[in-house]
């Protein structure tokens, strides 16, 4: 009784939790340097001849065991000098309204969470194991063409082919990916990309990406 039970109030928090997800809305905020693309609600700032564009990419990528989340940014990174330039994931900070900051994870970190909490889903529209049968059948599927609306759409070498590069972005050329955090964003009513010159993030940030959330 007791499992059925259980098994009512996850399937009642999964379902709060995605019709809160779906009424959710991320909009960059506009700055006097910045310029909004409405269209893509991403906005872009230019530095030192270097244009970085951002944009929300996945409000819930994950679930980090049914508590935190990882949230996504998708960056790009227009260098237009004549010299390579490097902006690896760990130049990246993100700060919530509460002031809240999150450094970046790897996606080495991000396969590693999802292939730990796959353990606790199984297909919708059911949550969690009663036998270990269940989830060794489970297990041998493909647990991530899911319809569910994060990572278990996502085919687990996709975490790493659309994240950002560590590589130097070389003169003249444009990178582009995605940047993991463990952050929930849908909790605060705002949030900050800072971009440092260096993975020290230490001092002033070269810039500053603000975003408004609507609940």
Request: glycine residues 2%; hydrophobic residues 40%.
């Amino acid at each position: 009784m007791w499992k059925k039970h259980f098994l009512a109030v996850l399937l009642l928090s999964f379902a709060l939790f995605l019709c809160s997800s779906c009424s959710v809305k991320v909009a960059p905020v506009a700055t006097p340097t910045g310029t909004i693309n409405p269209d893509e609600k991403s906005i872009t700032e230019i530095r030192d001849g270097v244009a970085f564009t951002v944009k929300l990419d996945q409000l819930s990528v994950a679930p980090y065991q049914l508590v935190d989340n990882i949230t996504s940014f998708h960056i790009t990174i227009d260098n237009r000098t004549d010299k390579q330039v490097s902006f690896p994931s760990q130049a990246f900070l993100l700060k919530d309204g509460s002031n809240r900051q999150y450094r970046s994870i790897t996606p080495e970190r991000v396969r590693e969470i999802v292939s730990k909490d796959t353990v606790y889903l199984i297909p919708y529209p059911y949550v969690g194991y009663y036998y270990l049968d269940d989830q060794a059948r489970v297990t041998q599927s493909d647990t991530f063409s899911s319809s569910l609306p994060f990572y278990a759409e996502y085919h687990p070498q996709d975490i790493f082919t659309r994240a950002l590069t560590e590589e130097p972005v070389l003169k003249r050329s444009i990178a582009a990916g995605v940047v993991y955090f463990i952050a929930d964003l849908e909790r605060t009513d705002s949030a900050e990309l800072l971009v440092f010159p260096d993975t020290k993030t230490s001092g002033d940030p070269l810039a500053t990406f603000s975003f408004a959330i609507e609940k």
